[in-house]
């Protein structure tokens, strides 16, 4: 287990279990990867990823999903905020905590309705002043 990895539950917001693809640029390096989402919540999500990152490194996001029978994609600039390292079948797998650091209002309005309709029952609370155009 890498140290970077907090050892305690320090949620904010509920995580949601989800398995959509993401890819994304880092700030060390303008090359597209990609990997998958492990969870996801208000406030960021967890995914695992093939690429060996510090904790603070910046990452332009996409996340990719279905809604409404239609294939879209949720981006943000997101944070790691802490990782830690798997060994799979002899392959080195990172698992990083990622906080969302900036989503437009578009993006928090679609993240919002993603996380309604994956929630048990549909009753995530929607962010009004989040939805409503000023």
């Known amino acids: 287990m890498d140290v970077d990895k907090p050892t305690a539950d320090r949620r904010r917001f509920y995580r949601f279990p989800v398995d959509y693809p993401i890819s994304y640029t880092s700030e060390h390096s303008p090359d597209i990867s990609t990997g998958m989402t492990v969870n996801l ?3 960021g999500l967890l995914a695992c990823l093939f690429d060996r990152m510090r904790v603070g490194t910046q990452l332009d996001l996409e996340m990719f999903y ?3 029978l239609q294939f879209t994609s949720l981006s943000a600039q997101a ?3 802490w990782k830690d390292i798997t060994e799979i079948r002899e392959a080195i797998e990172y698992q990083y905590g990622i906080e969302f650091i900036k989503i ?3 993006e928090k309005a679609k993240l919002y309705k993603l996380l309604d309709s994956i929630s048990p029952a549909n009753h995530y609370p929607l962010k009004e002043n989040i939805l409503t155009p000023k």
């Open 104 to 106: 437009n209002r578009g």
């Open 79 to 81: 944070k790691i905020v």
């Open 41 to 43: 919540s208000e406030g």
């Open 66 to 68: 279905t809604s409404e």
